[in-house]
Structure formats: C-alpha cells, structure tokens
T-cell receptor
Framework: QKEVEQDPGPLSVPEGAIVSLNCTYSNSAFQYFMWYRQYSRKGPELLMYTYSSGNKEDGRFTAQVDKSSKYISLFIRDSQPSDSATYLCAMSVGFGNEKLTFGTGTRLTIIP | DAGITQSPRHKVTETGTPVTLRCHQTENHRYMYWYRQDPGHGLRLIHYSYGVKDTDKGEVSDGYSVSRSKTEDFLLTLESATSSQTSVYFC??????????????FGEGSRLTVL
C-alpha cells in the first residue's frame, strides 16, 4: 500500500463547476500538506500549503485537512479552462526537511 | 520563475550507456533534489542534497548516483542505463525556509528514453 493514495482520474467537468480533489494517507506523522499544480510538459508548482488540520482559502481554491481521517481535499470554485492541469498532493513530516511524499496526481480538464 | 535549468531536456540512449543529467540553479538555495515521474507512481525522490558534497538517498536511489561540487550544480548519473530508467526527471530546489515548508521549485524536466 502506498503512503499517499490519490485518484488518478482523469476528471472532466464543465466550466464554472466546483471541483473536489482528494488524497488519503497512512503515515500519521505527516504534518505539512501541499497541493501542487502541473501543466502539461512543465514542472509542478506549489498551489496551496497547510499545516496540520483545518481549512485554508486562497481565492477560488480551498484546501482542507482532516488528520483524524488522514484525508485531505482541494476544492476549486468557479472552475476555469486555465485550471486544466494535473494536481498532485504532497506531504511531509517536519519543517526544514522538504522530503515530500507525493500522490500520483489527478488529471483535471475543465470543459468550456 | 525560479532560476532552474535542466540539461539535456530530451535524451535517447541505449541500454548500458552512462547518462548524466545536470541541474543548474541561480537562486543560491541550499537544498536540491532529483525526482522521477512515471505514470501510476507520481513523483518519487531519487537523491537529494542539503549542501555542497552533502547528499543522501531517496526512495528510488538504486542505479543512480549524484554529485554536488558547487552550490549551483547538482548532477544525476545513471552509470549503466536500463529501460526501467526511462522516465521524466525533475530537479527541484528549496531554501529550507521554515516560513513555507514544502515549497519546492521545479525545473522543466528532462525526458530520458532508454532503448
């Protein structure tokens, strides 16, 4: 079993829809949770970062962490065609050591 | 954009030949990483460096070696390439700041095909 599980999709939704992306994990030591976005043939870039449980909002994006369930989510409101990308969750145990464990990524397509 | 340059960007080679991928950064960041990305596996850490001449193994280090003789350069070497090493390789850097743990800056990737 992988430490981090992520549904690979692909996921296609119409423009303007709310998108929900999820990851589960098994290592209870993870404390730092991130979402990276990767456009085709590009390197990933950090989209959202949260520490421990709770919610964090940034514009149309909301990241949720539920450590009791070992479950994290990324919500995208009013989705746009420019949101079409692969989204990777990532986690780490402690700060100062960015040895991240990544999910496999979910490919998302927003249909105009 | 973070100043990270990977070379070569594309390479086709034959089984058994040595291959070296180079990562060059202009950010003076302490940490440098090599990941490989494969369908169904996501990004997996090969090796990382926390300073000049300080390196350590990651999750999938077998068959790979690294060197870092200068802050700005991190080399990944496949001593004898195998078809299982066909992948997209990403270099990443981080300054190790506690302010935003987990922020890696990635290069554009190097696509390696081993025939």
């Amino acid at each position: 079993q992988k430490e981090v599980e992520q549904d690979p999709g692909p996921l296609s939704v119409p423009e303007g829809a709310i998108v929900s992306l999820n990851c589960t994990y098994s290592n209870s030591a993870f404390q730092y949770f991130m979402w990276y976005r990767q456009y085709s043939r590009k390197g990933p870039e950090l989209l959202m970062y949260t520490y421990s449980s709770g919610n964090k909002e940034d514009g149309r994006f909301t990241a949720q962490v539920d450590k009791s369930s070992k479950y994290i989510s990324l919500f995208i409101r009013d989705s746009q065609p420019s949101d079409s990308a692969t989204y990777l969750c990532a986690m780490s145990v402690g700060f100062g050591n960015e040895k991240l464990t990544f999910g496999t990524g979910t490919r998302l397509t927003i249909i105009p | 954009d973070a100043g990270i340059t990977q070379s070569p960007r594309h390479k086709v080679t034959e089984t058994g030949t040595p291959v070296t991928l180079r990562c060059h950064q202009t950010e003076n960041h302490r940490y440098m990483y090599w990941y490989r990305q494969d369908p169904g596996h996501g990004l997996r850490l090969i090796h990382y460096s926390y300073g000049v001449k300080d390196t350590d193994k990651g999750e999938v280090s077998d068959g790979y070696s690294v060197s870092r003789s200068k802050t700005e350069d991190f080399l990944l070497t496949l001593e004898s390439a195998t078809s299982s090493q066909t992948s997209v390789y990403f270099c990443a850097i981080s300054d190790g700041s506690k302010k935003k743990t987990g922020e890696l800056f990635f290069g554009e990737g190097s696509r390696l095909t081993v025939l």
